[in-house]
């Protein structure tokens, strides 16, 4: 059963850069049916999809978030982490990781991300000074 | 981009089955069997109800069902019960390769 844990600070100051790690347990990231993804949700608010990465890098941002934020992963320590750029307030939310199945199409030669099976318990990044 | 849109609340009696709604676009919903749902409890994780339009994790309850028309994905809870009174989001893969949720449907047990 494969378990997710995010780390990284609670407090981050406006205009800083906000940096969250997501280790895995109980399973490679290096596997081909799952990609590894960012979720956020604002305090008594819906969710909301950041990005995702593979454990080639490749990566896929949401449009709204895009430039100001980095996926990256660490294959040899089993982890992928978020960089957001100059956040404000407004980015005040408790932040997920979670792993994301892929399907496959018939002939095989392509998978699209299809929903999150796994995910970390969050943790609240406040953005205050 | 645009988030799918769901209604923000929905009640319901015990024993009564209740259907919430997801709509989205051509571009979304429309285009792919690759809509998901998910539960959430109050200061918990989501967790995964329902993923390529209508198939259940073996640990979901039967009680769960989906389906999809168009461009409008639909979650029916059977004979709702007080554990069910939660938020509900839905989810689909999108344009781009992108992942879009709903805003959120509160479900309220009578």
């Known amino acids: 059963q494969v378990r997710l844990q995010e780390s990284g600070p609670g407090l981050v100051k406006p205009s800083q850069t906000l940096s969250l790690s997501c280790t895995v347990f109980?399973?490679?990231?290096?596997?081909?049916?799952?990609?590894w993804s960012w979720i956020r949700q604002h305090p008594g608010k819906g969710l909301e999809w950041i990005g995702y990465i593979f454990y080639s890098g490749t990566v896929n941002y949401s449009p709204s978030l895009e430039n100001r934020i980095s996926i990256s992963v660490d294959r040899s320590a089993n982890q992928f982490s978020l960089k957001m750029r100059s956040v404000t307030a407004a980015d005040t939310a408790v932040y997920f990781c979670?792993?994301?199945?892929?399907?496959?199409?018939?002939?095989?030669?392509?998978?699209?991300?299809?929903?999150?099976?796994?995910w970390g318990q969050g943790i609240l990044v406040t953005v205050s000074s | 981009q645009s988030a799918l849109t769901q209604p923000a609340s929905v009640s319901g009696s015990p024993g009564q089955s209740i259907t919430i709604s997801c709509t989205g676009t051509?571009?979304?919903?429309?285009?792919?069997?690759?809509v998901s749902w998910y539960q959430q409890h109050p200061g918990k994780v989501p967790k995964l109800l329902i993923y390529e339009v209508n198939k259940r994790p073996s640990e979901v309850s039967n009680r769960f069902s989906a389906s999809k028309s168009g461009n409008t994905a639909s979650l029916t809870i059977s004979g709702v019960r007080a554990e069910d009174e939660a938020d509900y989001y839905c989810c689909s893969y999108g344009g781009g390769s992108t992942l879009v949720f709903g805003g959120g449907t509160k479900l309220t047990v009578l």
């Open positions: 979670a792993r994301v199945r892929t399907v496959w199409s018939g002939s095989g030669s392509y998978s699209r991300v299809a929903h999150f099976d796994s």
């Open positions: 109980g399973g490679s990231i290096r596997n081909d049916d799952y990609y």
């Open positions: 051509s571009s979304d919903i429309g285009s792919y069997n690759l």
